[in-house]
């Protein structure tokens, strides 16, 4: 855990610098350890998601239920083809985030970012994007901290458990993450990076939980690719000069009390929104 839970404290200590350097020194202090240990524990994490990208658009997949997997292959050559609507990079990207999450219901290895649920949003922008921008690994190894410093913000002051706080607290957690790990890969400021957190969030304020068959595949995987969408736009936003007319923290705060607010049906119990439709039921 950090330090703080306020993500403008965070901003505040970076100045003209990263998030990403406030949220390594502070874990290198706390756990009493050199900051280059943590780091290459963090380029682990990093060759894991490479892995699962890659695995991820096999399209010989197929989740133990048997109602997901082998789409994101499907999707990746329609964006091979030329013909995505979304564009190259960013149908790789929500492609990379689709496989990434079918693998998870594979029983395959991915990295949770922050949750199982949602852990094809951060690899689908870091990796094709990071690609896309020759970034170097250092540069994403950097971005990852920014994200888990923004991951571990939203814990504190609200949840990432879509059980406690619906979809948003984990699909909307890791589009913001993803948000604001874009905006510095980009070359944004901690400034930007938190309006993209802010933004992100009030996308898919009120997002519901609702497992079908109680299995963490429909409309989660998809939801991932939404999650990809929706990191892009809101970094996009924050990199224009946009910045949120909410501090980063208060719409945290607003999510939390969504969340609270959110009847025990639409909260990963599997009994209403998309659970509930007839087929689901079936």
Do not use: H
């Not at 094709?128 to 939203?154: H, M, P, Q, S």
Request: charged share 15%; glycine share 12%; hydrophobic share 45%.
């Amino acid at each position: 855990m950090l330090k703080t839970d306020s993500l403008e404290e965070l901003v505040r200590e970076a100045g003209e610098g990263p998030i990403s350097q406030v949220v390594l020194s502070d874990q290198a202090e706390r756990d009493g350890v050199p900051e280059q240990s943590l780091v290459e524990k963090m380029r682990g994490t990093l060759q894991v998601m490479r892995q699962s990208a890659q695995q991820g658009l096999s399209p010989d997949l197929k989740s133990m239920s048997g109602m997901t997997g082998g789409q994101a292959a499907k999707l990746i050559e329609r964006v091979a083809s030329g013909s995505s609507a979304a564009g190259a990079v960013t149908g790789e990207a929500m492609a990379v985030a689709l496989g990434v999450a079918e693998l998870n219901a594979a029983m395959g290895r991915i990295v949770a970012a922050p949750t199982a649920g949602a852990c094809g949003i951060l690899p689908g922008v870091l990796l094709t994007y990071g690609k896309a921008r020759g970034a170097a690994d250092d540069d994403l190894v950097a971005a990852l901290f920014t994200a888990a410093g923004v991951g571990g913000v939203i814990a504190a002051r609200a949840s990432i458990s879509g059980a406690q706080a619906g979809c948003q607290a984990e699909c909307g957690a890791a589009s913001a993450m993803a948000a604001a790990a874009l905006t510095e890969l980009s070359g944004g400021s901690a400034e930007a990076a938190a309006s993209a957190v802010a933004f992100a969030l009030m996308n898919v304020m009120g997002l519901v939980c609702d497992p079908v068959g109680g299995l963490v595949e429909v409309p989660c995987v998809y939801r991932n690719v939404l999650g990809v969408v929706n990191a892009v736009s809101a970094s996009d936003m924050a990199m224009a000069g946009i910045r949120s007319p909410l501090p980063a923290d208060e719409v945290i705060d607003a999510m939390a009390r969504v969340g609270r607010s959110l009847p025990a049906s639409l909260r990963e119990t599997g009994e209403g929104g998309c659970a509930a439709c007839p087929s689901a039921r079936r």
